[in-house]
């Protein structure tokens, strides 16, 4: 389960056992932040063991536009994505396929 932080920074986890990271979306994505994201960035709580797409599926960010993710700066392939990869203190990235020339 995925939570936005409360303004106040108290947790809304029910036995303290969460994990705080910062969850960033960039270019069209970022309009499906949570209402109090700033700087295409918001604090959120996991459950421990959520995975990468525990946090894109929660956010309703279609797969196919989760083009690049990083996690602390390292980019996450998508047969990674699964796996319960966050810990406290971590922050997730998320761009779109971009094109131009």
């Known amino acids: 389960m995925v939570r936005e932080l409360q303004t106040s920074g108290a947790s809304n986890a029910q036995d303290g056992a969460s994990v705080k990271i ?3 979306l960039y270019a069209s994505l970022t309009p499906l932040l949570p209402g109090t994201g700033t700087d295409h960035a918001t604090g959120v709580e ?3 063991g959520t995975s990468v797409l525990d946090v894109i599926d929660q956010f309703k ?7 690049l993710v990083l996690l602390n700066g390292v980019f996450i392939a998508p047969e990674e994505r699964h796996k319960p990869l966050l810990q406290d203190g971590d922050t997730l990235a998320i761009w779109p396929p971009v094109a131009g020339g």
């Open 22 to 24: 910062t969850f960033k």
């Open 61 to 67: 960010v279609p797969r196919e536009s989760a083009h």
């Open 46 to 48: 996991v459950d421990p």
